[in-house]
C-alpha cells in the first residue's frame, strides 16, 4: 500500500512521517523522483471509513 509514509492519529491530530533521504524511483512520467506516497486514496488510522488522505512527496531531478 503507502511507501515511505506513516500515518499515526493522536487526540485528533493525524501526522505524517516519510524518510526525505528515501527514494523509490521515477515516477510514472519519468519527470520526477518519489519519496514517499500513499498511492492514492487511504483510509486514516483508526478513523471511520469516510476519512480518507492521498499523499504525494517526489522531488525534481537534479539538472545535469
Known sequence: MAENCEMTVE???LTIKIDLKKEFGLSTSG???MIG???GNA???TMP???KIGVNCYKYPDRK
Open 43 to 45: 483510509s486514516i488510522p
Open 37 to 39: 506516497t500513499t498511492r
Open 49 to 51: 471509513d469516510n476519512f
Open 11 to 13: 487526540n485528533g491530530i
Open 31 to 33: 519527470k520526477t523522483i
